[in-house]
Every structure is written in C-alpha cells, then in structure tokens.
C-alpha cells in the first residue's frame, strides 16, 4: 500500500499491501528496548505480541520460542488523549513541518489518488519503489479505493525508533471496520516525510503485530 507498507500481514488487505511488503505469551520473553527520543524522553511505551503473530518468524524475537510465547519491547513515545483526528485537506494546503501534518499529507494524497502527491509525501530513498507502484493503475484503483473507505482516521500515540518517528493510526471504515497500523516517518531537510525504511527491522515488526493485537499500554 503506499500509504503504509508496515500492514504487511493484514489478512484480506488489498494486494497493494502485499507487494510493498515485498519490496521493501503464556511464557513471557521481555527483550527491552530503550531508545532515546526527541521531545518524548520522560515518556515510553510498551508493545508486546505473541511470537506467532510476528511477521518475521526467523528472526531474533521469534527464534527458539513457541508461538504462544510473549516479545515485548518499550520506546521513547507517548498516547494522545484525545486521539487526534487526521482531516482531509488539499494538496495545496500540505505541509510536513510536523509528524502530524505530514500524516494529513498522506491519507489526503491516497484518497485523492494523486500519484504525484503520493511520492512528494515519500522520502526520497523511497520514490523509487513507490514510483513502479503508482504506476500500476490496478494496484493504485485498490489503493485509492480503500482509503475513500475510511470515514474517519485519527493518531493515538507516537513513538520514536532511534532516528524516525511511528504515528500509531486508528482507521475506521464506511463498513464499520476499525484497524489499528503504525505508520513510520523520518525527518528530511524538506520536512517530515514517509518511509519504508523499518519494514524488515525486528523492534518495528514486534510494534506492528502489538498495535494490530491490542498490545500497546
């Protein structure tokens, strides 16, 4: 998806999800990690899943534990209480000054189905992936049609993993559907802009499955 790549495992997610994954418990096994982060140093937050639900089964997490076991790890981050919702707006009124606003920028450009905006909210070390995946007019149909689904999208937490910063969405559908997907952004000198870059890293992967199970405290 060009949104958020990190929904690699959501089952019955369009086809879009998967090909960007391609591209880019019980017993309680604590691995802590403590990161330090800008602005959010006082605060952390815990993220813990079971072993099966990881992503990347061959990894440190999952290795020589059952798939009932528990991974967990806590971060440099805070919740927002309220959740702050995440408007539509035009692409002339985009700005990345903020985590916050580049989020706008984001679930604006994929409703709007707007392939050059779709990239601008991009870094540049990514472009050139998600350059073949706009270009695919079935898969950017899929993607567009999910995100003209979703009625109301809001932040209810962020999170800092060393250098990028993870906004934690909650998206609600026209179908009464509500998903829960962390979306990773890194600072440029252009502003705050999304990455790929924490698909296949193993502290990210134990944050996704955590915020898709309810693990987040």
């Given at each position: 998806?060009?949104?958020?790549?990190?929904?690699?495992?959501?089952?019955?997610?369009?086809?879009?999800?998967?090909r960007v994954q391609?591209?880019?418990?019980?017993?309680?096994?604590?691995?802590?990690?403590?990161?330090?982060?800008?602005?959010?140093?006082?605060?952390?937050?815990?993220?813990?899943?079971?072993?099966?639900?990881?992503?990347?089964?061959?990894?440190?997490?999952?290795?020589?534990?059952?798939?009932?076991?528990?991974?967990?790890?806590?971060?440099?981050?805070?919740?927002?209480?309220?959740?702050?919702?995440?408007?539509?707006?035009?692409?002339?009124?985009?700005?990345?000054?903020?985590?916050?606003?580049?989020?706008?920028?984001?679930?604006?450009?994929?409703?709007?189905?707007?392939?050059?905006?779709?990239?601008?909210?991009?870094?540049?070390?990514?472009?050139?992936?998600?350059?073949?995946?706009?270009?695919?007019?079935?898969?950017?149909?899929?993607?567009?049609?999910?995100?003209?689904?979703?009625?109301?999208?809001?932040?209810?937490?962020?999170?800092?993993?060393?250098?990028?910063?993870?906004?934690?969405?909650?998206?609600?559908?026209?179908?009464?559907?509500?998903?829960?997907?962390?979306?990773?952004?890194?600072?440029?000198?252009?502003?705050?802009?999304?990455?790929?870059?924490?698909?296949?890293?193993?502290?990210?992967?134990?944050?996704?499955?955590a915020v898709r199970?309810?693990?987040?405290?």
């Amino acid at each position: 998806m060009f949104l958020d790549p990190s929904r690699q495992c959501e089952r019955g997610a369009p086809e879009l999800l998967r090909r960007v994954q391609r591209l880019v418990g019980a017993l309680m096994v604590a691995a802590v990690v403590l990161q330090p982060g800008a602005g959010q140093e006082s605060s952390r937050l815990t993220f813990e899943a079971k072993v099966s639900d990881l992503g990347l089964q061959t990894g440190s997490f999952a290795r020589n534990k059952k798939p009932d076991d528990i991974v967990q790890v806590t971060l440099p981050g805070h919740k927002i209480a309220p959740p702050r919702a995440v408007p539509l707006i035009r692409r002339a009124d985009a700005k990345w000054a903020s985590p916050e606003s580049c989020v706008d920028s984001i679930r604006s450009a994929n409703t709007a189905g707007d392939a050059a905006w779709i990239l601008e909210n991009f870094a540049p070390g990514d472009q050139a992936d998600v350059r073949r995946l706009v270009s695919d007019p079935d898969l950017a149909k899929r993607n567009q049609d999910y995100y003209k689904s979703v009625s109301k999208a809001e932040i209810m937490a962020l999170v800092d993993l060393r250098e990028y910063r993870v906004a934690v969405l909650r998206e609600e559908t026209v179908q009464a559907k509500a998903v829960v997907v962390p979306l990773t952004m890194v600072k440029t000198p252009a502003g705050w802009r999304q990455t790929n870059a924490l698909s296949k890293d193993e502290t990210f992967d134990v944050l996704w499955a955590a915020v898709r199970s309810g693990g987040m405290r």
